[in-house]
């Protein structure tokens, strides 16, 4: 079974960094690009960014919200996925979701196959206030 | 960006009732299309991926279908333990986008 389990939530001030983790299990890590999305409270889902599988050689793609603040990466042997989070706003403010990308492919603009969000961790609550 | 309009916001039906939601996308996206149930307090559940492919274990009064820009998510027959947010989301380019979501009520 595939088991999505994210961590390091909690509440930060603005302009501080938090790291969130995610760790996988039930299933070959390596064969796939994880991502995240973040849903603010009371509001819809939003994309943040992935980071390829391992044949893809690990690299990321970020949503414009977030890129140059946010950064994402893995820990192959350990099956964990993490997202660094810089300059924190209090926009920031959400449940983040670790997500598991199927076996498809994305450039840096188009994708092919199927790049579906299949299996999501329970989400960590971030809040950024002072 | 791929714009995803999906209406209506909310709805409310009666059990057993059909329910017909739809997502308008901004461009083209083939059928890279899913739908997602959200419960509250829980995390987003794939119902269908491909426009159409009900995922396994998902009940079949769930269904999707439509191509390019145009796509509906119809649940036949709604059920109490239906009552969630839907959303649509393109994966057909980057950045992957979401509808707003529709919020089913029972009546």
């Known amino acids: 079974e595939v088991q999505l389990v994210e961590s390091g939530g909690g509440l930060v001030l603005p302009g501080r960094s938090l790291r969130l983790s995610c760790t996988a299990s039930g299933f070959t890590f390596g064969d796939y690009s994880m991502s995240w999305v973040r849903q603010a409270p009371g509001k819809g889902l939003e994309w943040l960014g992935f980071?390829?599988?391992?044949?893809?050689?690990?690299?990321?793609e970020y949503a414009a919200s977030v890129k140059g603040r946010f950064i994402i990466s893995r820990d192959e042997s350990r099956g964990i996925v993490h997202l660094e989070m810089n300059s924190l706003k209090t926009e920031d403010t959400a449940v983040y979701y670790c997500?598991?990308?199927?076996?498809?492919?994305?450039?840096?603009?188009?994708?092919?196959?199927?790049?579906?969000?299949?299996?999501w961790g329970q989400g960590t609550l971030v809040t950024v206030s002072s | 960006d791929t714009q995803m309009t999906q209406s209506p916001s909310s709805l409310s039906a009666s059990v057993g009732a059909r329910v017909t939601i739809t997502c308008q996308a901004s461009?083209?996206?083939?059928?890279?299309l899913s739908w997602f149930q959200q419960k509250p307090g829980k995390a987003p559940r794939l119902l269908i991926s491909?426009?159409?492919n009900l995922e396994t274990g998902v009940p079949s009064r769930f269904s999707g279908s439509g191509s390019e820009t145009h796509f509906t998510f119809t649940i036949n027959s709604l059920q109490p333990e239906d009552i969630a947010t839907y959303y649509c989301?393109?994966?057909?380019?980057?950045?992957?986008?979401f509808g707003g979501g529709t919020k089913v009520e029972i009546k």
């Open positions: 491909g426009a159409s």
């Open positions: 989301q393109q994966y057909d380019n980057l950045p992957f986008t």
């Open positions: 461009h083209d996206i083939n059928k890279y």
């Open positions: 980071i390829r599988n391992r044949d893809y050689g690990g690299t990321t």
């Open positions: 997500t598991r990308l199927g076996l498809g492919y994305c450039s840096s603009s188009s994708c092919l196959g199927p790049n579906y969000f299949d299996s």
